[in-house]
């Protein structure tokens, strides 16, 4: 009838009661040893409780080593202690599957501050790969999240999920096969995504609800849209700004769009190289947009009602600069398959939905900055009014009148020393 | 089995020497001392909450209680237990949980019966989760049973079981069991950066508890709370046939979601609020898109597509035992269907209205400045 159950529970103890400093002993007992700066976890024995076990009971700023090996979890693992360092062998070299996985939202979950993951894998968890929530100054460095089936419905939604966090930094990250966006980050302040790489999932990354964020460095590649930058109503933080993307290779992003339909992310046409959608003073420039078959870069409006009074479906001050574009929109994907069908079968690689005004109510000032190569094709497809209405369809290759926004300082961030 | 048991049993004598075991003489009564220490005691006996190894008669000072409705969790029985310091007492809130004093316990024993329709014969305890009101916040202390039932050992990491059970509507049932680690505590336990209590509000108190008589006045009467009114807010009872729908499923949602599902909560990111207090349709999932569902939003489009459950993710969620689609995320690996039939009515019986629910923007600001 019950199993295991007290095995668990004796053998935490043992671990508990022996794990040098970090002794249950009585109250009773005022010796306090100093926390242990770092351990290492053993790869013998039952790993998972063993992982649990110190990722629970760490001193704030331990680092703990992960060994070689690879290793098979039932359970999301977390992460409660400031300052903690969690240190694989390497990406190749220390990996955790979760493919067994019955329990949990996530691989990994992180709630705490000043805290540095770094050197090793996980595969096939059930939901998001590494989620950190309200956990400031987090770094995510030389990790490799991934769904080894490929590109899967099935899959976890996000592979790296900071959100409601200020100071993160994402770099020398692989994501593979997540089922919304690889490296996403949600709902925080002060970013840095860079020497980054995302493919096969359905969004590379994505910076959502966000304040802050310099994207560079990074190849997207084989997703359903390489870089998305959007705000989403109804969310506690609506309103983000202020990102620049650049230096980046955004290529090849054909792959199949594999997101389960209500996500936002289901809307984005396979194809699409960047999309900035209903935020606000965003920096596209010096990147590299190849090779993707529906487009470019897509600026749009937010498309569907909300309940949000805060929210401002627009996007506003874009400024798209010194980007170079090679063969995208050769084979436009969904709602813009149609509309190319219209105007010969192809289009341009930058393009603007042209909503500049709510029904009937005034149009306001987007303020789009297109300011590429005067050979870069343009399309406004002159929608002028959200809700979109497809009759009101009128393309013009004419670049909007518009005055570049100045582009935001450099983000620095609290914890990063290069 | 049992040579192994006898082998852990001599490693733990030898581990527990070797590290400086515990005091050996029994406890009288609750020990602060433990209580308040830095770290958790080995065994839940420790603390001296019980005046038996089983840890079902409660010591002198410790009190009995239970919930309007609880929070559903596999099915397990749960037996709950309050111990506030001498002389010291919770302070009253109408709208959260009572403000305890420092050196409170509250403790909540997870048992099974073989057969659930009689949950005397034979019931046996799996897990015992200690909250204490330490001098800097809460503390959560999972102890996990051994299968004699007398003692439970703490358990950080948690653990998980299979448990085989006829279940309340006399189906045979395999149940694998999760015993939370100490950090999936804090996710459901989470209020801002701090640590709290999901039971003891009064909405979720009063009414009259294991002892008869209402918990109110009951732990008034005990010296336990200070500054109740007359006037006590009360949950409806989720299986009261005769009370709303709506009333039922909002007690249920407070209940069984809004721990995470609040401003403040492990959910909040999702903007999807369930507490009591909440209004606002969207915030409640009415023609709310879901924001980090991923898998978890099924077919859906909408959290609650008013009038159509089959089409809500919100059911979807519920309906799953799927780790990355089943909702709540912890502490359930069945389904609740007499939860998830609440739930189906509920939103069965709104109106099939889109265009209410939205509103347009008061004003789209220029984007020039």
């Known amino acids: 009838m019950i199993r295991m159950g007290w095995i668990v529970g004796a053998s935490a103890l043992v671990l508990a009661a022996c794990g040098g400093s970090e002794s249950d ?13 770092e351990i290492t976890v053993g790869a013998e ?120 966090s200020t100071d993160v930094l994402v770099e020398r990250v692989t994501v593979r096969g ?37 994207v560079y460095g990074n190849t997207m590649r084989h997703n359903a849209g390489g870089m998305l930058v959007f705000d989403l109503p109804d969310l506690p933080m609506v309103g983000g700004h202020s990102t620049r993307i650049f230096n980046n290779e955004i290529v090849d992003n054909n792959t199949r769009n594999f997101a389960p339909p209500g996500n936002i992310v289901a809307n984005v046409p396979s194809g699409t190289g960047v999309i900035i959608m209903a935020n606000e003073n965003v920096h596209v420039f010096e990147n590299q947009i190849r090779n993707n078959r529906t487009a470019g870069v897509l600026v749009t409006a937010y498309q569907d009602p909300f309940a949000d009074e805060n929210y401002n479906p627009l996007p506003r001050n874009v400024v798209l600069r010194a980007n170079a574009y090679e063969n995208n929109g050769y084979e436009p994907q969904g709602v813009l398959g149609d509309l190319s069908a219209l105007m010969g079968g192809a289009l341009p690689p930058v393009i603007w939905d042209g909503v500049d005004r709510w029904g009937e109510g005034e149009a306001v000032d987007v303020n789009l900055a297109v300011m590429e190569a005067e050979d870069v094709g343009f399309i406004n497809l002159g929608f002028g009014a959200y809700p979109l209405d497809p009759a009101a369809l009128a393309p013009s290759p004419t670049r909007p009148d518009a005055e570049a926004k100045a582009e935001p300082d450099p983000i620095t961030l609290a914890h990063d020393g290069a | 089995m049992t040579a192994l048991k006898g082998r852990l049993a001599i490693l733990l004598a030898v581990a527990l020497a070797a590290c400086g075991g515990p005091a050996e003489e029994a406890p009288t009564g609750p020990r602060l001392d433990l209580i308040l220490a830095d770290r958790a005691a080995p065994n839940l006996s420790d603390y001296g909450l019980f005046k038996d190894a089983a840890a079902t008669e409660p010591a002198e000072g410790v009190a009995a209680y239970d919930l309007i409705n609880p929070l559903f969790t596999d099915h397990a029985l749960k037996h709950r237990f309050v111990y506030v310091p001498e002389g010291e007492a919770a302070a009253y809130s109408g709208s959260d949980v009572f403000e305890f004093p420092v050196g409170t316990v509250l403790a909540k024993t997870f048992a099974f019966a073989p057969d659930l329709r009689a949950p005397e014969a034979g019931q046996y305890k799996v897990e015992t989760r ?43 049932l395999t149940i694998d069991y999760a015993i939370p680690n100490r950090n999936q505590c804090k996710t459901c336990h989470q209020a801002g950066e ?26 008034t009467a005990r010296g336990l709370l200070d500054g109740a009114p007359d006037i006590v807010p009360a949950d409806a009872p989720v299986g009261d046939q005769s009370l709303p729908l709506e009333a039922r499923t909002r007690a249920y949602l407070e209940i069984n979601c809004a721990h995470c599902h609040k401003a403040d909560g492990s959910a909040s990111n999702t903007g999807l609020w369930l507490d009591a207090a909440e209004t606002r349709p969207v915030r409640l999932g009415v023609l709310k898109h879901p924001t980090a569902a991923g898998r978890g939003s099924g077919d859906g489009i909408y959290v609650i597509a008013p009038g159509d459950a089959d089409a809500s993710i919100f059911v979807y969620r519920m309906a799953s035992a799927e780790a990355g689609i089943a909702m709540p995320e912890l502490g359930r690996s069945i389904i609740d269907e007499d939860g998830l039939e609440l739930v189906r009515a509920w939103i069965d019986g709104m109106a099939h209205n889109v265009e209410n629910e939205v509103n347009t923007p008061q004003a789209l600001r220029a984007g020039r400045d």
Do not use: C, M
Not at chain 1, 191 to 201: F, H, K, Q
């Open chain 1, 45 to 164: 024995g039952d790993f998972q409780t063993a992982l649990l076990t110190a990722l629970i009971e760490a001193p704030e700023g331990q680092t703990i080593n992960l060994p070689e090996g690879a290793f098979e979890l039932t359970t999301g693992l977390s992460l409660d202690v400031d300052g903690v360092t969690l240190l694989g062998a390497g990406q190749d070299k220390t990996v955790l599957s979760f493919a067994g996985q019955t329990g949990a939202g996530e691989g990994l979950l992180v709630t705490s501050d000043d805290v540095t993951l770094a050197g090793f894998t996980l595969q096939d968890t059930k939901g998001d790969g590494i989620k950190s929530k309200g956990a400031d100054r987090i770094v995510y460095r030389d990790l490799t999240v991934e769904w080894t089936g490929g590109p899967d419905e099935g899959n976890g939604a996000y592979g790296v999920y900071p959100v409601e």
């Open chain 1, 178 to 214: 997540a089922s919304d966006a690889g490296i996403y980050v949600g709902q925080s302040r002060n970013i840095i995504v860079r020497d980054s790489l995302a493919e096969y999932n359905v969004a590379g990354v994505e910076i959502e609800n966000s304040i802050g964020a310099d």
């Open chain 1, 25 to 37: 002993a009585p109250a009773s007992d005022t010796a306090v040893a100093p926390p242990i700066a």
């Open chain 2, 194 to 219: 701090d640590l709290v209590p999901i039971g003891p509000k009064a909405r979720h108190l009063n009414h009259a508890g294991p002892y008869g008589v209402n918990q109110i006045a009951d732990w």
């Open chain 2, 130 to 172: 200690l909250l204490i009101r330490k001098a800097d916040g809460w503390a959560a202390y999972p102890y996990v049973w051994n299968a004699e039932g007398t003692e439970a050992a703490y358990a950080p990491a948690g653990g998980a079981q299979s448990i085989d059970v006829i279940d309340p509507a006399g189906d045979t």
